[in-house]
């Protein structure tokens, strides 16, 4: 009796320890990102935003370094979109204040940086070591919390943007959002996880999918992309390549078809345009 009450006291003094330290590492950690805003305030920048999933990851991300843990999965893990990201880390058992200013001396482009929008710190303690970790995120569209993809939402919207950049470069005909034509952009859409291209898996044209959805056309064109994370930003893509663009503002085209897929984590993007 006298050894089962030995362990418990020992599992309750662990299990005391243990929330301590981490009541310990998660004011550090705020402080280190307080302490990074006002540097960026100084600067004259805007402050890392965070929010609840971002901290989720960058609490699974300093565990996995703690653990040699190379190819991270801690933003895909937890929810987060974005345009590009890095992150700074220092294994060292010192004060906040000496790790920011280490990480000042370090990593002064990422805590300065003006294109990185959100952030995360995260600190941890592992066989005698402590690890601090800062995450950074350029967020799209200011937004890093990733939707459930609306296929209708984001078609609805390159239309829209389609019209407006031919608008803006004098294309009095407005193209017209067709269903039918969606539907087959939609198959291409598809498609494209076999074979990027605009030859289609079976080894035909593009084009053919439009028999196959009875669609009569005289002219017809096909804007293909990938990894874009919505309608803004695969249109910005499409608008600043010559051929793509050209497309677009075709005058002869009066309808479009729009089609996105999501496999793996990543969208896969189609126009098809007709006469």
Not at 22 to 49: C, H, P, T, V
Not at 63 to 89: C, P, V
Not at 198 to 212: A, D, Y
Request: with cysteine; glycine share 4%.
């Amino acid at each position: 009796m006298k050894y089962f009450k030995t362990l418990y006291l020992i599992l309750l003094s662990f299990i005391f320890i243990t929330q301590i330290s981490f009541a310990k590492n998660n004011a550090e950690a705020s402080q280190l990102f307080k302490l990074i805003n006002d540097e960026r305030k100084k600067s004259g920048l805007n402050e890392y935003k965070t929010e609840t999933q971002l901290q989720n990851a960058a609490d699974q991300r300093v565990k996995e370094i703690a653990n040699g843990i190379r190819k991270s999965t801690a933003l895909k893990d937890n929810n987060i979109q974005f345009a590009s990201y890095s992150e700074g880390s220092i294994i060292t058992d010192m004060t906040v204040e000496q790790v920011f200013a280490q990480m000042l001396k370090s990593q002064r482009n990422l805590i300065l940086n003006n294109k990185f929008t959100h952030a995360a710190a995260s600190v941890y303690e592992s066989n005698g070591k402590k690890y601090w970790l800062m995450i950074y995120v350029v967020s799209r569209n200011d937004s890093i919390i990733k939707q459930e993809l609306n296929i209708q939402k984001e078609r609805d919207r390159v239309a829209e943007l389609c019209n407006e950049a031919r608008k803006q470069n004098n294309v009095s005909v407005s193209l017209i959002l067709d269903a039918k034509l969606s539907e087959a952009a939609q198959k291409r859409a598809e498609e494209l996880i076999k074979l990027f291209s605009h030859t289609r898996p079976n080894g035909t044209s593009f084009s053919t999918v439009l028999k196959e959805y009875n669609i009569t056309y005289k002219a017809s064109g096909e804007n293909i992309a990938n990894g874009q994370f919505d309608a803004d930003d695969v249109m910005k893509s499409w608008l600043n390549s010559p051929g793509h663009r050209a497309n677009i503002l075709q005058k002869n085209f009066v309808k479009i078809g729009v089609g996105v897929f999501e496999y793996n984590g990543r969208l896969y993007w189609v126009q098809v345009f007709t006469d």
